[in-house]
């Protein structure tokens, strides 16, 4: 899993392809739409919808002429199930950062 997150973090990485991903998340868009939206050449906008597309991060059906991208659900899952990982971490090293500031501040004991 490592791995896969990886090559979809470094592929999302890239500045064109983040926005790709953006434009993306309200919906399926056909290249037309992509190219417009970016303001880049249709090679590049393809180019970067390979790439994407590689990583597993978009799917593509045809209607007719046209190629419709939309993001891939389980790609983005498995990103964020990685990112929560790190969440869970932090929530916990939290926790105990209170904990420690609580018993620091806690009054001492009247001989």
Known sequence: M?????QRLATISEPNRFRIVEL?????QPVG?????????QPQVSRHLRLLAEAGV???TKRAQQRIYRLHPDAMHVISDWVQG???LWAERMDR???LLDDD??????P
Do not use: H, Y
């Open 105 to 110: 501040r806690a009054p001492e004991p009247n």
């Open 33 to 41: 739409g992509i190219v417009d939206a970016l303001g880049l050449g």
């Open 97 to 99: 950062l209170g904990s």
């Open 58 to 60: 978009v799917e593509v």
């Open 2 to 6: 490592a791995a896969t997150v990886q």
């Open 86 to 88: 790190f969440a869970a």
């Open 24 to 28: 993306l998340k309200d919906g399926p």
